[in-house]
Nanobody
């Protein structure tokens, strides 16, 4: 059974940091590219960051560049999103996704987690 489980989301003050984790099971972690997306209330899901199979290339949305870092640990079947200097506009449900394509587009990903809530207070 394919499963992606996000964790680490919580309420944090503006300027603070969080590290999200996404643990995967049931499929070949190392053969997939990975992405993080987020969806705020009343808004469409948007791209946050992505990382290649090997981890040698990453891509970020302009809104998070320089503040967020995506990484992966193939030995632990886990992908991470380190979020620093958080802003109230970062408040959203954050989703991890895996797929054969290295993309900023959500429908290019094959597997999705259930999401974890990040709330940034001002």
């Amino acid at each position: 059974q394919i499963e992606l489980v996000e964790s680490g989301g919580r309420l944090v003050q503006a300027g603070g940091s969080l590290k999200l984790s996404c643990a995967a099971s049931g499929f070949s972690f190392g053969m997939n590219n990975w992405g993080w997306f987020r969806q705020a209330p009343g808004k469409e899901r948007e791209f946050v960051a992505s990382i290649t199979r090997s981890g040698d290339d990453t891509n970020y949305a302009d809104s998070v560049k320089g503040r967020f870092t995506i990484s992966r640990d193939n030995a632990k079947n886990t992908v991470y999103l380190q979020m620093n200097s958080l802003k109230p506009e970062d408040t959203a449900v954050y989703y991890c996704a895996a797929g054969r394509s290295y993309s900023r587009i959500s429908y290019m990903y094959d597997y999705w987690g259930q999401g974890t809530q990040v709330t940034v207070s001002s």
